[in-house]
């Protein structure tokens, strides 16, 4: 299972943390993801890391802004948001990949199966 947590209403610029905590299974042998979906538009991918290697990725839109991580003694995925942007607005999810641990593009909710329940960012003035 997981749980997606720290989503709220903040300021276009401002910073926020998401963490996704997981159970059930040993994130060293998975990819976990985050992935996002705005009012009336598709659901897609933002961020993964490899629980093997560590490896990251993040789409365009939020690379140099969004940063992931993975403690695997606390058993969470996080997701470092800054300099907020009001088109960063939507639902956010973590995921866990179906099988395997790659981490990389294209960043595929399709190869995802098991959903935390979202948290709802909201950027605005």
């Known amino acids: 299972q997981l749980q997606a947590s720290g989503g709220g209403l903040v300021q276009p610029g401002d910073s926020l943390i998401l963490t996704c905590t997981v159970s059930?299974?040993?994130?060293?042998?998975?990819?976990v993801g985050w992935f996002r979906q705005a009012p009336g538009k598709e659901r897609e991918g933002v961020s993964c890391?490899?629980?093997?290697?560590?490896?990251?990725y993040s789409v365009d839109s939020v690379k140099g802004r969004f940063t992931i991580s993975q403690d695997a003694v606390k058993k969470t995925v996080s997701l470092q948001m800054t300099s907020l942007e009001p088109e960063d607005t939507a639902v956010y999810y973590c995921?866990?990949?179906?099988?395997?641990?790659?981490?990389?593009?294209?960043?595929?909710?399709?190869?995802?199966?098991?959903w935390g329940q979202g948290t709802l960012v909201t950027v605005s003035s």
């Open positions: 890391i490899s629980g093997g290697t560590g490896r990251t």
């Open positions: 059930g299974f040993k994130l060293d042998y998975y990819s």
């Open positions: 995921a866990r990949r179906l099988a395997g641990s790659f981490c990389g593009p294209p960043l595929i909710s399709d190869e995802y199966n098991i």
